[in-house]
């Protein structure tokens, strides 16, 4: 196998994450791209960390999602990145966003057991736009009569959403303290936008 120095192995990196058409692994970088070169695990492991490092700075991230190495815009850009797109970002319901939290909070989940903490049915259309979008997946059956589906999400919900693992969703108490800090904010802005007497 050939050698490949740092600087080259570096820019060969950079460039097949550029190209890709979807997040892509260590091991497929070194299936494709780097097959015919003997890279260790250990040294793809730093060129790809000094490529974190080199665009930290800039308005492009070089990040890790569950099914691979992307680049992606700074989230704090995309109020003005979203002009270059003529069609909004679609809308989601309260409901499919409960239905959907709950899924990944609680999964493997059932549809029954969904309704049951939400208190109402769950629409045909959200299980529908939910697994269309490739965001939750049937992973089985509950063993229990009627067999129920069992709902889980997948890498596609743990990319869009630039997630590694499931381990990285907020957990409740970052939910609760943005609540509270969101209420805080509404309670100001109403004050300050009350007519002050004279």
Known sequence: MKKINTTQLKQLVEAAIFVADKPITKQELKETVLAGFSVADRTLSKVLNELKLDYQPR????????????????????????????????????AMLETLALIAYRQPITRGEIEQVRGVAVSSNIMKTLTER????????????????????????????????????????????????????SSLKVLNEAPSES
């Open 134 to 185: 490739e965001w939750v997946t049937i992973v089985g059956h509950k063993e229990v009569p009627g067999r129920p589906a069992l709902y889980a999400t997948t890498k596609t919900f743990l990319d869009y959403f630039s997630l590694t693992s499931l381990s990285e969703l907020p957990s409740a108490e970052a939910f609760e303290t943005l609540a509270d800090n969101l209420d805080t904010h």
């Open 59 to 94: 308005g492009v991230q070089l990040v890790e999602v569950s099914s691979g190495f992307r680049f992606q815009s700074l989230d704090a850009l995309s109020p003005w990145l979203s002009n270059l797109w003529q069609e909004n970002a679609p809308r989601y319901s309260r």
